[in-house]
């Protein structure tokens, strides 16, 4: 019987957390969820990739996320973003950055998504890990987060700027971007302001 790919080997998971989430009224990633903050749920979806390190990167509230972080996980590594302000790609830069030079790809979960669910982390990875240059998750004709970005794609990151993450990059992908059908829209959904905590999840 073949043995089963070690898709740990190279990958590493950033969860970007600098937000000021001005549309909640800030504080959003300490915000209940399930009688535990909103970020810990991220974390633990993250912590499920298969993936050799999870990176979480702080911007505003450096100080509050970092202690979140740690009283989930203290073996988390943090990194900050000085320049958050700028917006998104500024957290994602500091991300990628912080991995080890010989990082094959990286996890981008965003702090305010905890539906995501587990079972699309492997298919994304074997999809990079098969030639792609990365790889999203879609519901309903729609693409969706996490994703993970092959190394190939790491000076992009590099040079982009402004708040709007990697979605731009992966349009310029084409078929060199696979995709990979969630079973839910745990996949779209993420928290912009309070009566987002009480939506009810969509199913197939």
């Known amino acids: 019987m073949a043995t089963e790919p070690d898709f740990n080997n190279g990958f590493h998971a950033v969860v970007l957390a600098a937000g000021s989430a001005t549309r909640f009224g800030g504080r959003k990633l300490m915000a209940d969820w399930n009688g535990a903050p909103l970020l810990h749920a991220t974390l633990k979806i993250a912590q499920a990739a298969p993936v050799q390190s999870l990176t979480v990167v702080t911007g505003a509230d450096a100080g509050e996320v970092a202690d979140c972080v740690q009283a989930f996980d203290a073996a988390i590594r943090l990194v900050h973003a000085p320049d958050h302000d700028e917006g998104m790609a500024a957290s994602l830069r500091a991300g990628i950055a912080s991995l080890p030079e010989d990082a094959a790809g990286a996890f981008v979960f965003l702090g305010d998504m905890p539906r995501a669910p587990t079972s699309i982390l492997r298919p994304l990875a074997e999809a990079v890990r098969a030639g792609a240059a990365a790889a999203a998750p879609a519901f309903r004709g729609r693409r969706g987060n996490p994703v993970i970005l092959g190394r190939g794609l790491f000076p992009a990151v590099a040079a ?21 059908e969630s079973p839910d829209d745990g996949v779209l959904f993420d928290v912009d302001t309070p009566g987002d905590l009480a939506r009810p999840a969509s199913r197939p």
């Open 160 to 180: 982009m700027r402004g708040d709007t993450g990697a979605r731009a990059l992966l349009q310029t992908l084409d078929a060199q971007l696979a995709l990979i």
